[in-house]
């Protein structure tokens, strides 16, 4: 079946301007993240959603990010007054439900690029 | 708190060398889970393996095995006679219960280059 999908591949925006990226995880998982990879950094969580529960946004480094997920399927991360330092590939994962230890599948990420 | 080390940053090895990926990890917690992810240079990260803190028997699946030591806290990866397609960045990650959710903290990566 479909892998997790993310779109755009790419996006440069000037600084200041907001931007919106797009997930669709895999179809039957409700489990869906939100990672930042920085140049030369590991992934950085930055949020969680899990079915109908409130999600967990513990990772979120700002108030300028925020996320959300529409019918339990699609979600999109918005960040708003984008800064140079937001420049990072973003990438969504989902998983089934479960405890910690379940496997998460990968989208491709997206790149995105503040100047 | 949850910390995962990979303290190499790039390594290079010539094609069917054996190469060993260091993963330290620290956590308080007695119930969690070990990870080793690829990506390759497409981007998308790759699962290739799951322990969980009770089984500390080692695995092996073909040209790839890992050696989960808790005395150590370490998970580490050895890729047998590498290849050119073994060339991505891999990652270790850990996850637990303490988190209360599955997100994963990862280490900051190991650059793996193989050259024919």
């Known amino acids: 079946g479909a892998g997790v999908s993310q779109s755009p591949s790419n996006k440069v925006t000037e600084k200041g301007k907001d931007v919106e990226l797009r997930c669709d995880p895999i179809?039957?998982?409700?489990?869906l993240y939100w990672y930042r990879q920085s140049l030369g950094q590991g992934l950085e969580f930055l949020i969680y959603f899990q079915g109908n529960s409130a999600p967990d946004k513990s990772g979120l480094p700002s108030d300028r990010f925020s996320a959300e997920r529409t019918g339990g399927s699609v979600s999109t991360l918005t960040i708003q007054r984008t800064q140079q330092e937001d420049s990072a590939v973003y990438l969504c994962a989902s998983s089934t439900p479960g405890l910690a230890g379940v496997e998460q599948y990968f989208g491709p990420g997206t790149r995105l690029t503040v100047t | 708190a949850q910390k995962v080390t990979q303290a190499q940053t790039e390594i290079s090895v010539v094609e069917k060398e054996d190469v060993t990926l260091d993963c330290v990890y620290e956590t308080r917690d007695t119930t969690y889970y070990l990870f080793w992810y690829k990506q390759p240079p497409s981007g998308e990260l790759v699962f290739l393996i799951r322990?969980?803190?009770?089984?500390?028997q080692n695995e092996i699946s073909g040209r790839y095995s890992w050696n989960f030591q808790k005395s150590t806290s370490s998970f580490n990866f050895t890729i047998t006679a590498s290849q050119v397609v073994d060339s991505a960045v891999y990652f270790c990650?850990?996850?637990?219960?303490?988190?209360?959710?599955?997100?994963?903290?990862f280490g900051t990566g190991t650059r793996l280059t193989v050259i024919p």
């Open positions: 179809s039957g998982h409700t489990a």
């Open positions: 990650a850990l996850s637990s219960f303490q988190t209360g959710a599955n997100n994963l903290f």
């Open positions: 322990r969980n803190s009770f089984d500390e």
